[in-house]
């Protein structure tokens, strides 16, 4: 599901940041003293082999997959004794966690718990009964914010994923800004320069912009050469999104109309899209380099000042400290010239009124799931609970395990971010106290949350309201089983990427658009319709 192509670039460095900070928690409010054991009902303690000694810790496992587990941490000892556990490891690496669990699994050596496998993966770990069942009224009452985090992506019933004949056998793991990331951003500079006083709204508006990035020297050399806007052509999904988007059609993914699903590169919108970038290329507004253009080139020639327009990740278009820290295309570009800026919005209108540009579905993958010997210790799996929540919402156990103790080793700054106390400014001196960022349940990444720690307190509604401007179109059936399409979509997607590649630059008339679209059915296309169509049926109707 997940895109590929100079995306994925930025995915990476996300998923990166997403392991230094995924220690988030939130267990607030929570009447659990340091010594209790937090309550259960009188059926579940009777089931708990470890309720025969209440006043003893519960021993409870964790997978190390980074070598970043340190077991007398501050955030470690905080956590053993507000819930009163004993915290264990698995030592694997992130590529080994498969090849250990299946071994593991092989001799019945079922672990507590395991992170995240495919969907493909999850339907098979169900068909070896290995898998608990988690009741849905357990999560609610144990994990409720975690719940609610959930529901803000995925609507009030953020468990159809993972559901399974009306079961559930994981608690749902999702990458939140994954669903509205991508947005499109003009150089408000050049617009000023060229005498354009308003971000584009439309897409004659925008083609109006790009006419001028192109043809009235916005960078002011005297040169022509600057372009309208670049792209990546190795990734159909996010090639030019929005002018696909203007037209209600979105190449590559499964959406549904009126209770059909369809796919956008056989829609009509699509050759409308196609007519308008083919006149585009025509006209020299799109860099020409496009179809060969890699992660690597499409950012080189953003930071060279080579185009005025780009979709992207709209923390890019802000500064670093925004949002997720470090230096961003914002900063880069502000360095080189004082009078630039971003002008960003989620998308430009078509003719009717439609606009929007592809994201990712953020279930990325099945989420977290239970040993099935845990259906018969509901105490445990209940702790387990409440250390996910603890840790990835709560915020006291949150900063404890990535920064210490508030007061000890960091304070807020005057700009509301993590500020570390000397000694514990330097970072060997930070490993030496145990200090190292470590996520309990390797999921669960609430970035609302989780960077209130790293921007600045007077950027923070500027993060939220550029963030509120993006769309949500997303593949509804990444997360399900497909293996019709599983089999037939790199045919299809290859087939399609070179035909409109080919549309765009006027290799092939879009007079044989009809024939595209025949010749994609007669490929497997009007079989993967037809499953994808059962799947929606079958789990989300």
Same mark, same amino acid.
């Given at each position: ?252 993914? #499964?959406? $549904?109309?009126? /209770?059909?699903? +369809? ?5 009509? %919108?699509?050759?409308? !899209?196609? &007519? ?13 380099? #496009?179809? $060969?253009?890699? /992660?690597?080139? +499409? ?5 060279? %000042?080579?185009?005025? !327009?780009? &979709? ?230």
């Amino acid at each position: 599901m997940k895109k590929k192509g100079w995306l994925s670039l930025l995915l990476s460095v996300v998923l990166t940041a997403t392991l230094l900070s995924a220690c988030g928690g939130n267990n607030n409010g929570s009447t659990t003293s340091p010594s209790a054991s937090p309550s259960a009902s009188p059926s579940e303690s009777a089931a708990s082999s470890e309720s025969a000694s209440p006043d003893a810790p519960m021993k409870l496992t964790f997978w190390d997959l980074d070598g970043t587990a340190v077991k007398d941490s501050p955030g470690i000892v905080a956590l053993q004794q507000k819930l009163n556990i004993e915290v264990d490891y698995i030592s694997t690496t992130r590529e080994a966690m498969k090849e250990k669990l299946n071994l593991m699994l092989a001799s019945n050596d079922i672990p507590d718990w395991w992170k995240e496998p495919s969907f493909p993966d999850y339907d098979k770990l169900l068909q070896q009964s290995v898998a608990a069942e988690i009741p849905q009224e357990l999560i609610e009452q144990h994990m409720p914010k975690y719940v609610s985090w959930l529901k803000r992506y995925l609507g009030d019933d953020p468990f159809q994923y993972v559901r399974r004949d009306g079961k559930i056998y994981a608690l749902p793991v999702i990458w939140d800004i994954g669903i509205d990331g991508v947005q499109l951003a003009f150089r408000e500079d050049w617009l000023k320069k060229v005498g354009i006083t308003k971000t584009p709204e439309t897409l004659e508006e925008m083609e109006e912009a790009l006419t001028r990035f192109r043809n009235d020297d916005p960078d002011g050399n005297n040169q022509k050469d600057t372009y309208g806007i670049t792209s990546s052509g190795d990734n159909i999904e996010s090639m030019m999104s929005s002018v696909f988007g203007a037209f209600d059609a979105y190449p590559n993914i #499964f959406r $549904v109309k009126d /209770g059909k699903v +369809v796919r956008g590169e056989i829609e009509p %919108g699509a050759k409308q !899209a196609l &007519e308008v970038l083919n006149r585009w290329y025509k006209n020299e507004l799109i860099d020409p380099e #496009f179809v $060969v253009n890699k /992660g690597n080139n +499409v950012e080189d020639k953003v930071l060279g %000042g080579r185009v005025g !327009a780009i &979709e992207y990740y709209w923390w890019a278009f802000l500064p670093g400290s925004a949002f997720l820290g470090g230096e961003q295309w914002y900063d880069k570009l502000k360095s080189q010239n004082p009078d630039f800026s971003f002008a960003i919005t989620g998308g430009v209108k078509g003719p009717d009124g439609k606009w929007g540009i592809s994201q990712y579905n953020p279930a990325f993958a099945s989420g977290v799931m239970f040993g099935k010997q845990l259906e018969q210790n509901p105490e445990k799996m209940i702790r387990y609970m409440q250390v996910f929540e603890a840790t990835q919402f709560d915020p006291d156990s949150y900063a404890a395990l990535n920064f210490g103790i508030e007061g000890t080793h960091w304070k807020r700054s005057d700009k509301g971010t993590v500020e570390f106390i000397p000694p514990y400014d330097n970072e060997d001196e930070r490993k030496k106290a145990g200090i190292v960022a470590y996520s309990m349940a390797g999921s669960f990444n609430d970035y609302d949350f989780q960077t209130s720690y790293t921007s600045d307190e007077s950027l923070r509604q500027l993060a939220k309201d550029t963030r509120a401007q993006g769309s949500r179109e997303i593949d509804i059936l990444a997360p399900f089983s497909k293996p019709i399409y599983n089999e037939t979509q790199d045919k299809l997607k290859q087939f399609t990427l070179t035909t409109f590649i080919d549309f765009i630059t006027g290799r092939k008339s879009l007079n044989e658009f009809d024939s595209f679209v025949a010749e994609w059915r007669k490929m497997g296309g009007d079989k993967v319709l037809e499953e994808a169509q059962q799947i929606y049926d079958q789990y989300l109707k």
